[in-house]
């Protein structure tokens, strides 16, 4: 079977765009765009439309208005070859528990056509579970599976990296693993999104800031010291 065609894109882009559930309305004209070597921090409260976003950025959701753009290709007329250069951890890992981690990382590996034994192996040492590789995933912590979830979603090594609320329940050292996994990513050139509504972790992390509430972008700026304070007069003032 001939491999398929590698295509790629240095930004995505979404001009006004809008997302309406019925008659509720999750999203109200965002403009907004992410490059290479970013880590865009989506903030805002519950309900703010951060979810929404990234399943739009995903491909998931189509939006009602508007536009969003990977390079030049529009999402309308997305090809699988865009498709497969996006990877998404949404809130639930995605995983079987009764396999192992190596067993559920080369399932994944072999629905994306990949050599799976270096994939695998890599990916294993990459979540910091070299040594757990043959247990159970039903055994392991909800920061341990948290970081071979997002193991599995980069093992097709995507350009644009999706995490919603990567860490929700994970203790101290998880956080650390996956969030210098995160900035060795945007080093090497992927556009990460993440959507979180803690500050702390994403004060640091995070390189622009796309502030989020009742559907509306009320920032879009490059991070600096202070986000909870800016955080909390933009939100607040809404």
């Known amino acids: 079977m001939e491999p398929p065609r590698v295509v790629d894109f240095d930004a995505v882009t979404l001009t006004g765009v809008s997302r309406h559930f019925g008659r509720r309305r999750a999203l109200a004209n965002v403009s907004l765009t992410a490059r290479a070597g ?5 903030l ?20 009602t208005n508007g536009e969003i753009h990977f390079g030049s290709q529009s999402a309308r007329r997305l090809t699988p070859a865009f498709r497969r250069r996006i990877g998404l951890l949404a809130h639930e890992p995605h995983l079987y528990p009764e396999l192992s981690a190596r067993q559920n990382l080369t399932f994944f590996a072999r629905l994306y056509g990949l050599d799976g034994r270096e994939t695998v192996e890599a990916a294993l040492a990459s979540a910091d ?8 995933v ?13 193991e ?12 919603d609320e990567p860490f929700t329940g ?25 959507a979180t509504h803690d500050l702390d972790l994403a004060d640091g992390l995070v390189t622009r800031v796309a502030l989020v509430r009742d559907g509306r972008l009320l920032a879009d700026e490059a991070a600096m ?3 909870r304070d800016r955080y909390r007069r933009a939100v607040g003032s809404a």
Request: no cysteine; charged share 20%.
């Open 38 to 42: 970013d880590i865009v921090g989506l």
């Open 44 to 63: 805002g409260p519950n309900g703010a439309g951060k979810s929404t976003l990234i399943g739009m950025l995903a491909t998931l959701v189509a939006p």
């Open 129 to 136: 579970l070299a040594d757990r590789g043959d247990d159970a």
């Open 138 to 150: 039903a055994g392991f912590s909800r920061g341990m599976r948290q970081r071979l979830a997002l």
């Open 152 to 163: 599995r979603a980069l093992l097709h090594a995507p350009r644009l990296i999706l995490l």
């Open 170 to 194: 994970l203790d101290d050292r998880s956080v650390g693993i996956v969030s210098d996994r995160i900035r060795r990513l945007a080093a090497a050139g992927a556009i990460v999104v993440l």
């Open 225 to 227: 010291p202070g986000l």
